[in-house]
């Protein structure tokens, strides 16, 4: 503990006697400050020990030593410690009063006690208590890697704990709570995942310190990891603030749980250079290399349907791909799924391919985060605030399949995501394309144009009032060629309708014999409907 008045008053060379302020001498005394000004206050900090003789003081003066007294206990002093026998005899009954009414605890130094020795016994005493805390924070340091190396996290976060008297919880990096310790901590943990999210949009590494759930206890909240995008977070929760031995044990947690929490450089790299080998010989039609190579580094992934997950985006400023993969890789790990991430394109974040269980937390977690980007950008109108769509990833999922047909997987997954990029959708499913119609895929520009080139001359006859052949030729088309339904449709007689698809002929200089020709003009004329 650190020196208190108490301590010093208890200390046998000091001799102190208690004057006033006898209730008030458990706290503790930063320094002691020795100053004869009339109004030492600019010079104080709080929590000083002020020694005085009064050579400059009128002690007698009960209002002088009202204002002084009170200037003191204003600054923060904590006690004054007045020499007898040097100008006064006895500490003068003004003072002792004045010190009785305001609460400051008032002390007397005898004249044979020196402020040097003082001033030595609070020193002495503030270097045994930071040697004190120090040795405890190496014994808590050494406590806490052998649990860190024996238990893991779990291990770690116990001893943590113990050691600050509250709990523990660290977090992963979607916020979600990894482990706690003791495990009554769970809920209470649980309810600071939102301050643990504005805690990750922070450069690493960051701290914030919050009031805990229901202001039932003080927790600081510290992220973990060395790169751009923390790894994890940890939550010490405890009554008071930290001292220095507990601020010792929770700086020793962090460096543990980022080695523990971050894989090193090389590793990862490593990692996927192997799973970019095995894509590779998955789309190259050699699963059974694949498999090989592989080992047991992606678990039963490739034994199980899977998804091929495809995302792009440039976004270097909120590396929307990195916040994806990690999302993903997140939920996998909590899961017990194995996931095959492989970043690609020269640039960071321009391209991303993931290998995911079908079914799985991680495809589901993709969709989540994809859903709350699309609502994001709904709400915030990104487009009129000149806002940053490039910013935000654009992600294809294929249809389930195995490693035979990862090839067709894979591109099932960069046709949903030509969609998704020519739709401004965040996520598109090539199921959804499947299941769906063909029509939406004509709400494109290049469509569009092809549709008004190819049938504006049928709209500038009709806008000449000679015919409505535009009408005529779509209700021809939807009646297969049939004259007489598709003229009742029109209320004309047949003939009306063979002269107007004559004239449709000749202004395009196109056959309506021929198929393609027919399916064309009747994209176009859907394409065109759609826009209206």
């Given at each position: 503990?650190?020196?208190?008045?108490?301590?010093?008053?208890?200390?046998?060379?000091?001799?102190?006697?208690?004057?006033?302020?006898?209730?008030?001498?458990?706290?503790?005394?930063?320094?002691?400050?020795?100053?004869?000004?009339?109004?030492?206050?600019?010079?104080?900090?709080?929590?000083?020990?002020?020694?005085?003789?009064?050579?400059?003081?009128?002690?007698?003066?009960?209002?002088?030593?009202?204002?002084?007294?009170?200037?003191?206990?204003?600054?923060?002093?904590?006690?004054?410690?007045?020499?007898?026998?040097?100008?006064?005899?006895?500490?003068?009954?003004?003072?002792?009063?004045?010190?009785?009414?305001?609460?400051?605890?008032?002390?007397?130094?005898?004249?044979?006690?020196?402020?040097?020795?003082?001033?030595?016994?609070?020193?002495?005493?503030?270097?045994?208590?930071?040697?004190?805390?120090v040795t405890a924070g190496f014994?808590?340091?050494?406590?806490?890697?052998?649990?860190?190396?024996?238990?893991?996290?779990?291990?770690?976060?116990?001893?943590?704990?113990?050691?600050?008297?509250?709990?523990?919880a660290l977090y992963d990096t979607?916020?979600?709570?990894?482990?706690?310790?003791?495990?009554?901590?769970?809920?209470?943990?649980?309810?600071?995942?939102?301050?643990?999210?504005?805690?990750?949009?922070?450069?690493?590494?960051?701290?914030?310190?919050?009031?805990?759930?229901?202001?039932?206890?003080?927790?600081?909240?510290?992220?973990?990891?060395?790169?751009?995008?923390?790894?994890?977070?940890?939550?010490?929760?405890?009554?008071?603030?930290?001292?220095?031995?507990?601020?010792?044990?929770?700086?020793?947690?962090?460096?543990?749980?980022?080695?523990?929490?971050?894989?090193?450089?090389?590793?990862?790299?490593?990692?996927?250079?192997?799973?970019?080998?095995?894509?590779?010989?998955?789309?190259?039609?050699?699963?059974?290399?694949?498999?090989?190579?592989?080992?047991?580094?992606?678990?039963?992934?490739?034994?199980?349907?899977?998804?091929?997950?495809?995302?792009?985006?440039?976004?270097?400023?909120?590396?929307?791909?990195?916040?994806?993969?990690?999302?993903?890789?997140?939920?996998?790990?909590?899961?017990?799924?194995?996931?095959?991430?492989?970043?690609?394109?020269p640039q960071e974040a321009e391209?991303?391919?993931?290998?995911?269980?079908?079914?799985?937390?991680?495809?589901?977690?993709?969709?989540?985060?994809?859903?709350?980007?699309?609502?994001?950008?709904?709400?915030?109108?990104?487009?009129?605030?000149?806002?940053?769509?490039?910013?935000?990833?654009?992600?294809?999922?294929?249809?389930?399949?195995?490693?035979?047909?990862?090839?067709?997987?894979?591109?099932?997954?960069?046709?949903?995501?030509?969609?998704?990029?020519?739709?401004?959708?965040?996520?598109?499913?090539?199921?959804?394309?499947?299941?769906?119609?063909?029509?939406?895929?004509?709400?494109?520009?290049?469509?569009?144009?092809?549709?008004?080139?190819?049938?504006?001359?049928?709209?500038?006859?009709?806008?000449?009032?000679?015919?409505?052949?535009?009408?005529?030729?779509?209700?021809?088309?939807?009646?297969?060629?049939?004259?007489?339904?598709?003229?009742?449709?029109?209320?004309?007689?047949?003939?009306?309708?063979?002269?107007?698809?004559?004239?449709?002929?000749?202004?395009?200089?196109?056959?309506?014999?021929?198929?393609?020709?027919?399916?064309?003009?009747?994209?176009?004329?859907?394409?065109?409907?759609?826009?209206?």
């Amino acid at each position: 503990m650190p020196p208190t008045l108490a301590s010093l008053v208890h200390h046998s060379a000091l001799k102190l006697t208690v004057r006033a302020g006898e209730d008030r001498l458990d706290v503790p005394v930063r320094w002691a400050h020795v100053s004869e000004l009339a109004d030492p206050v600019p010079y104080m900090e709080g929590g000083e020990l002020l020694l005085i003789t009064a050579l400059k003081l009128d002690a007698e003066d009960p209002k002088a030593m009202r204002r002084y007294v009170r200037r003191l206990v204003g600054a923060g002093v904590v006690g004054l410690g007045f020499a007898v026998g040097v100008n006064y005899d006895e500490i003068p009954k003004a003072l002792v009063d004045t010190a009785a009414e305001e609460g400051l605890p008032l002390l007397e130094v005898p004249r044979r006690t020196p402020f040097i020795a003082i001033s030595k016994a609070v020193s002495a005493a503030i270097a045994a208590d930071q040697y004190r805390a120090v040795t405890a924070g190496f014994a808590a340091q050494r406590e806490l890697t052998r649990q860190a190396l024996a238990d893991g996290p779990q291990g770690l976060l116990t001893v943590l704990a113990a050691q600050v008297d509250g709990w523990a919880a660290l977090y992963d990096t979607s916020g979600a709570v990894v482990a706690t310790a003791p495990e009554w901590a769970g809920r209470r943990a649980a309810r600071l995942t939102a301050d643990v999210e504005r805690l990750r949009d922070r450069p690493a590494p960051a701290s914030s310190v919050v009031g805990g759930p229901d202001n039932e206890d003080r927790v600081e909240l510290h992220s973990l990891g060395t790169g751009r995008r923390p790894k994890a977070a940890l939550a010490v929760g405890t009554a008071a603030a930290l001292g220095t031995a507990e601020r010792y044990a929770v700086h020793s947690a962090i460096a543990l749980l980022t080695l523990t929490t971050e894989r090193s450089r090389s590793l990862q790299a490593a990692e996927q250079r192997i799973g970019a080998a095995v894509l590779r010989m998955l789309l190259a039609g050699q699963p059974d290399h694949a498999r090989a190579v592989a080992g047991e580094l992606f678990g039963g992934l490739l034994d199980a349907p899977f998804r091929v997950i495809v995302g792009e985006g440039t976004g270097a400023d909120r590396d929307p791909l990195g916040g994806l993969a990690e999302v993903m890789e997140s939920a996998a790990a909590r899961s017990g799924e194995a996931v095959l991430v492989v970043p690609e394109g020269p640039q960071e974040a321009e391209r991303l391919v993931v290998l995911a269980v079908d079914g799985g937390a991680a495809v589901d977690a993709c969709r989540e985060y994809a859903a709350a980007l699309e609502a994001e950008r709904a709400s915030a109108d990104v487009r009129e605030q000149g806002g940053g769509e490039d910013d935000e990833p654009v992600v294809g999922l294929s249809a389930p399949a195995g490693p035979i047909a990862a090839a067709a997987a894979y591109k099932q997954a960069e046709q949903a995501l030509s969609v998704a990029r020519r739709r401004g959708r965040v996520f598109v499913e090539h199921e959804q394309l499947a299941a769906g119609s063909v029509l939406p895929l004509l709400a494109d520009d290049a469509v569009r144009a092809f549709a008004d080139g190819l049938l504006r001359p049928l709209s500038e006859h009709d806008a000449t009032g000679r015919g409505d052949l535009v009408a005529s030729l779509r209700a021809w088309l939807s009646r297969h060629g049939q004259w007489d339904a598709a003229a009742a449709d029109l209320g004309v007689h047949r003939h009306t309708l063979r002269y107007r698809m004559r004239r449709v002929e000749e202004i395009l200089g196109r056959s309506l014999d021929d198929p393609d020709v027919r399916m064309e003009l009747w994209l176009a004329l859907k394409a065109t409907a759609a826009a209206e």
